[in-house]
């Protein structure tokens, strides 16, 4: 579904397993290309180390890279299926104070992820997230394999008869 970005930032801040969890959508980029989310900690998502729990910190990676492929190829006219195949997160340091991070798609990426969709196959890439606390200090690593593939390739076979 196409949908404009102040939209997808609202219905976000909204979905009750991001909302509940204190994980809030700062903006999305013009054009889908890129986003800034911001988690709270909180009592609601504080673990027994006084620190954000790892369940909330993959609940905030695991939307946006599919959101934003989503919404970029819709919007260029793609009919297309996007999700998160596989995640690794990697915690560095504890997060105990709010932590942030951004995503890009920056022009190259995207026109990578076309030229492969054109081709009729499937883009399967890692990306990585890096979360960061309100004193700069790195936290997590998550890296995201995404899957994309364009529904409307219907590839020309030559048919066989017997």
Not at 20 to 41: A, S
Not at 108 to 121: D, T, Y
Not at 127 to 148: A, F, R, W
Request: charged share 25%; hydrophobic share 40%.
């Amino acid at each position: 579904m196409r949908v404009s970005e102040n939209v997808l930032k609202w219905a976000m801040r909204l979905y009750p397993p991001l909302l509940f969890q204190r994980i809030w959508v700062v903006g999305f980029d013009k054009d889908f290309t890129g986003v800034k989310v911001k988690i709270n900690k909180s009592l609601v998502n504080n673990n027994y180390n006084n620190s954000i729990f790892g369940g909330t910190i993959f609940a905030a990676a695991d939307p946006f890279y599919p959101l934003l492929f989503h919404q970029v190829l819709t919007h260029k006219g793609y009919k297309v299926r996007v999700w998160m195949k596989s995640v690794h997160i990697h915690y560095i340091k504890p997060g105990r104070k709010d932590l942030y991070f951004t995503i890009d798609l920056s022009k190259a990426k995207i026109e990578e992820v076309e030229k492969i969709l054109n081709k009729g196959e499937k883009y399967i890439k890692v990306h990585p997230i890096t979360m960061y606390d309100k004193d700069g200090e790195l936290c997590v690593e998550v890296l995201c394999e995404i899957y994309v593939r364009n529904l409307d390739y219907s590839e020309i076979k030559d048919s066989v008869t017997i």
